[in-house]
């Protein structure tokens, strides 16, 4: 079965660091993966994501993501946190399945700190 | 392009009551998924489709919900008789399908049903 593991359920971080939010997988086949936010009561946007090209991903709002497949990882990096990056960050694996179920991480929430 | 239509955004019932969601996808999309959020959570998925086939219903708490897709198009997802533990919010969400390749599979959510039961 496929899976998706956010290794931190919340991160802070203060304004203009680095921010790392971390999603390991597993996988019997080739995964597609995403990363979304979700900011307090309202939809997902998506924030990028990785479909066998490219390794590393860049997305919108200055994010990007590298696909590991030794390590089985697709953390989350942004050089310079803002503060309306606070929101909940969810992780996303498809296609592991050959079926391609599109199943959430349990989700990180992302606190700036000013 | 129009997006994933979602209603009603929200419903209160009560407990024991029954309740239906409602789902149009984006044109051309063939499969479709059903998700619910509660509170803190992320999304669960519930059932997805392919088309108007169930391709995977295994978190569906068939008991109480029903979900149907007449003609690969729209998509209903019913509870009865809801509990407190519906509360939640519902998504729906819709993709090229995965027969098209890895590329398309990227989901396209609806703005969700917010579901109170009390």
């Known amino acids: 079965a496929q899976s998706v593991t956010q290794l931190d359920s919340h991160v802070s971080v203060s304004e203009g660091t680095p921010v790392l939010l971390r999603c390991n997988y597993s996988s019997s086949y080739s995964p597609s993966l995403f990363w979304y936010v979700q900011h307090p009561n309202k939809g997902l946007q998506l924030l990028l994501k990785?479909?066998?090209?490219?390794?590393l991903v860049k997305g919108i709002n200055g994010f990007e993501a590298e696909f590991k497949k030794s390590e089985t990882s697709f953390h989350l990096t942004k050089p310079s946190a803002h503060m309306s990056d606070a929101a909940e960050y969810f992780c996303v694996v498809s296609g592991a399945s050959g079926t391609y179920k599109y199943i959430f991480g349990t989700g990180t929430r992302l606190k700036v700190l000013a | 392009e129009a997006g994933v239509a979602q209603s009603p955004r929200y419903k209160i019932i009560e407990k024991r009551q029954s309740v239906a969601f409602w789902c149009n996808p984006i044109s051309g999309h063939a499969t479709l998924y059903w998700y619910q959020q509660i509170l803190g959570q992320g999304p669960k998925l519930l059932i997805q489709f392919q088309n108007n086939g169930v391709v995977d219903d295994s978190q569906l708490p068939k008991d109480r919900f029903s979900a149907e897709r007449l003609k690969g198009v729209d998509s209903t997802l019913k509870i009865q008789p809801a509990k407190l533990e519906d509360s939640a919010v519902y998504l729906c969400?819709?993709?090229?399908?995965?027969?098209?390749?890895?590329?398309?599979?990227?989901?396209?959510f609806g703005q969700g049903t917010r579901l109170t039961v009390v």
């Open positions: 969400a819709s993709s090229l399908g995965f027969e098209t390749g890895p590329v398309n599979t990227e989901a396209f």
């Open positions: 990785y479909t066998s090209a490219a390794t």
